[in-house]
């Protein structure tokens, strides 16, 4: 479980994010990770790890949390509303 603070994504945005691949990700990256996670309450997501996940995939969704988590507050900081890829908007 993760707890999502207030003035953050929700849940089911955090998961839009998490599950969405962009071409900036890939630039930055190198990887195109998709993080299937689940809004459990308004404030917790849920993520699930199966016996088949590997070390390197869950360094992989690691990375991905941290890439959104980074993205999300370098628009912050620039006063604007992230939106997932392929959303739209800024």
Not at 4 to 20: D, T
Not at 31 to 44: C, E, I, N
Not at 51 to 65: G, M, P, W
Not at 73 to 90: F, I, M, S, Y
Request: hydrophobic letters at 40%; glycine letters at 8%.
């Amino acid at each position: 479980m993760m707890n999502v603070g207030g003035g953050w994504l929700s849940p089911p945005e955090l998961c839009e994010h998490l599950r969405a691949v962009s071409e900036e990700e890939v630039a930055e990256t190198g990887w195109a990770v998709s993080v299937l996670v689940f809004p459990w309450s308004a404030h917790t997501v849920r993520a699930t790890w199966h016996r088949d996940i590997s070390a390197r995939d869950t360094e992989l969704a690691k990375n991905k949390l941290e890439f959104v988590v980074r993205k999300w507050q370098e628009k912050l900081d620039l006063g604007l509303r992230p939106t997932p890829p392929g959303a739209g908007g800024a």
